[in-house]
């Protein structure tokens, strides 16, 4: 077996042992959601991850994304690159990331973890929808 494909990218590396913008503890998180803007909540149906997301929106900016997950490597960097992709962005925009753009963001994810950056996305997407549903937007999706 060639040991090359038994290592992440050093970006996911790096994501997984530094991850941007997660709680470490389910009790921080439970404090920030009181003042969240909106709310997701996605699990895998195949690995059994669980992921939480909150985001604070300004106008139709994203200004912070902080994020708690019961899952493995992977799905720690992917959505740690996520949260960093879409602060700053504007809420339809963030919509559009896709899975492809985060495995660019990291430089590869081995094949059979492709379904953690959907998580990711599937769970900033019920963020966004709640924060239009509280401020009584339209989904978007």
């Excluded at 992440?8 to 991850?19: C, G, I, L, M, S």
């Excluded at 899952?71 to 960093?84: P, Q, R």
Aim: proline share 2%; charged share 30%; aromatic share 10%.
């Amino acid at each position: 077996m060639d040991s090359k494909k038994l290592f992440f990218t050093e970006v996911v590396r790096d994501h997984f042992f530094n991850p941007r913008n997660m709680f470490k503890i389910p009790e921080e998180a439970e404090v920030y959601a009181k003042n969240s803007d909106g709310e997701g909540e996605t699990r895998g149906l195949f690995c059994g991850d669980v992921m939480y997301m909150w985001i604070k929106v300004d106008g139709d900016i994203i200004k912070e994304c902080k994020w708690l997950t019961f899952g493995c490597a992977v799905a720690i960097s992917t959505t740690s690159v996520l949260s960093e992709m879409a602060i700053g962005m504007k809420l339809d925009d963030a919509l559009k990331i896709n899975s492809e753009d985060i495995i660019n963001k990291l430089g590869d994810i081995p094949k059979g973890k492709f379904h953690c950056s959907v998580l990711g996305i599937n769970v900033l997407r019920e963020a966004i929808n709640n924060y239009f549903k509280k401020t009584k937007q339209e989904d978007r999706i």
